[in-house]
């Protein structure tokens, strides 16, 4: 006798993102299987006297969400109560922050850290208004007595008062990382602004997380994932590259914790893990002897949890003129690559070997890289490793890619590799980079439409607690490329339709992951991972969508969220 379906969904818009994203009104899930879609009537006759029925009225139905490059333990860590909450636009200005921290400073007895997460300067008012940055001496005035490490929303950058700066030995005249930039006054004297891999010179001076604040951050930002219709996620960059990364959310600690969530039955989400053997001014010896060491899950059901590879950094970030560009910024500078190595040459090297071990181990790659050089550098690293030591198919991919040339574009497509993009970044910076940048490169970074047209599985993700896993949002920002500050439209030409929008989260994400054939969409026989909008989103203005709440989550056919309206 056919059993019955466990849930039926019907009278919606079901977007299945199958090859032709056909459209239907119904589906059915059993035993954490898509077993059928259709009509409501032929939905309806399957359900049995223990089916729970779901009228969605018109809602879409889609497949659960795949956030491909979100930080979930960082992000979990990086919120109240754990760490001051300094986004905009909560938070608006220089003085907004220091209110912030003479409040937590008051609670608190001196010598305790004060962490705080979020803050970004293009949108402190002190900062937009003129030539002003950010000081030590700004949060002296109201924690002299607290060491204050106050991380930016993208996670390159920090700001310590000198109380941080004394504890980390971090003076004039020190020594500066390989990767790292330690700014300074005109006398030589720290500012307290530390970008990219001179911030571990502060962060591994910070407490070290317990086990028991870690697994507390991963089941609440997963319980986050959920009410934002997110079931599946990447990890990127978890081990011993990692633990002063996000205050030390990043290390070998966070993986042994998923582990244990998942044998005990109690990880929610599909979770996909890149290792971090090597941080920023990493080295080839750095990833030979993270390979030989490194560890990966065991005994565990790869649905949940899954080591699929390992993440490089190869350049910072635009808005820190830490990612290697051709063309100079505003005010100068060009950049270089974050890896061992006294010249670009050395660097570039570097790079490719770092590369060509872990291709040659057989693991996927994932590489932080940003500006046109570093991607060429990149992609040509793939390439040769490819070349060289031919393997089925390993899926590599550029992380963010911003700048990424034509070039480039058509080198990934040719192996098969792909791009991981951040639209909602986008939102958030496109003012800032025009500055920066200028309006030519600044409408062009994150080329969405270039890339698919160029023949490559283009996904999309957040990259929280850089930006807040909405992926409404990050579907909206790719539909209008509007900036999140102006209003002002930034690149028309790279604009992509609904359709692909939807695919970056869903079924190419899937592909990332080696995956495609068993989640990613709703076809009978896969995963019964369902994100169900409050609203129809082929009729709902895209200026409207990111604040369109999710009414349903289900994973693994199980309901782990729910509006009280469905």
């Known amino acids: 006798m056919t059993a019955h379906p466990d849930v039926v969904l019907l009278d919606g818009e079901v977007l299945t993102v199958d090859r032709d994203f056909s459209t239907a009104q119904a589906l059915a899930l059993t035993g954490g299987t898509v077993t059928a879609v259709g009509t409501t009537a032929e939905i309806r006759a399957l ?51 220091q209110a912030a921290v003479k409040d937590a400073a008051s609670g608190t007895a001196p010598g305790t850290w004060i962490r705080g997460n979020g803050w970004d300067l293009g949108y402190l008012e ?102 934002e219709g997110i079931t599946s996620y990447t990890e990127p960059g978890l081990g011993p590259g990692g633990e002063s990364l996000f205050g030390g959310a990043a290390g070998p600690l966070t993986l042994d914790v998923y582990q244990d969530l ?23 010896a750095d ?14 059901d790869p649905r949940l ?9 190869a350049n910072g970030i635009p808005p820190n003129k830490t990612a290697w560009v051709r063309e100079a910024y505003s005010g100068g500078g060009f950049g270089c690559l974050c890896v061992h190595g006294a010249a670009d040459a050395l660097r570039t090297r570097e790079l490719t070997e770092m590369v060509r071990l872990a291709h040659n181990a057989g693991h996927q790659i994932g590489v932080h890289v940003t500006g046109d050089r570093a ?8 390439e040769a490793a490819q070349v060289e030591h031919p393997r089925d198919d390993p899926r590599h991919y550029a992380i963010h890619a911003d700048l990424i040339g034509q070039q480039s574009l058509h080198k990934l497509a040719a192996h098969g590799f792909g791009a991981n993009m951040n639209p909602a970044i986008k939102w958030t910076i496109a003012d800032m980079m025009a500055e920066m940048l200028g309006d030519e490169r600044a409408a062009y970074q994150w080329p969405v439409h270039s890339a698919l047209a160029a023949g490559i599985k283009v996904t999309s993700s957040s990259d929280a607690p850089v930006t807040y896993p909405n992926w409404r949002q990050g579907v909206a920002a790719m539909l209008l490329r509007e900036s999140k500050g102006s209003g002002r439209v930034y690149g028309p030409d790279e604009r992509v339709g609904l359709a692909d929008a939807v695919r970056a989260y869903t079924v190419n994400a899937a592909w990332q992951d080696f995956a495609e054939d068993w989640k990613g969409s709703l076809e009978p026989g896969k995963a019964a991972d369902v994100t169900v909008l409050d609203g129809t989103l082929t009729a709902t203005d895209p200026h409207d969508l990111p604040d369109t709440p999710i009414a349903m989550t289900i994973f693994n056919g199980d309901i782990v969220h729910r509006a009280a309206n469905l």
């Not at 949890?305 to 950094?313: A, D, S, W």
């Not at 991607?375 to 793939?382: P, Q, T």
């Open 47 to 97: 359900a049995g006297p223990h089916t729970e029925v779901v009228d969605l009225r018109g809602r879409t139905a889609l497949p659960g969400i795949n956030d491909s490059h979100l930080h979930t333990c960082a992000f979990g860590l990086t919120r109240p109560p754990l760490a001051l909450d300094l986004t905009f636009p909560a938070v608006r200005s220089i003085a907004g922050i």
């Open 126 to 227: 002190e900062c937009t208004a003129g030539d002003s940055m950010p000081n030590r001496h700004d949060l002296d005035v109201v924690a002299p007595a607290h060491p204050v490490y106050l991380q930016d929303f993208s996670g390159h950058l920090t700001w310590a008062n000198t109380e941080a700066l004394r504890r980390a030995g971090i003076t004039a005249g020190g020594t500066v990382p390989e990767g790292g930039v330690i700014h300074t006054d005109a006398s030589g004297e720290p500012t307290g602004l530390l970008a990219e891999g001179a911030q571990n010179l502060l962060q591994r001076h910070l407490p070290p997380y317990g086990r028991d604040e870690i697994e507390h951050a991963i089941r609440g930002a997963i319980a986050t994932l959920h009410r």
């Open 262 to 284: 998942a044998r005990a039955g109690e990880l929610k989400a599909r979770v996909n893990v890149l290792l971090l053997l090597s941080g920023m001014g990493g080295s080839s």
């Open 287 to 300: 990833i030979e002897r993270g390979l030989r060491d490194a560890w990966v899950p065991d005994g565990i």
């Open 305 to 313: 949890l899954r080591v699929l590879g390992v993440k490089l950094f």
């Open 375 to 382: 991607i060429d550098a990149v992609v040509d690293a793939f």
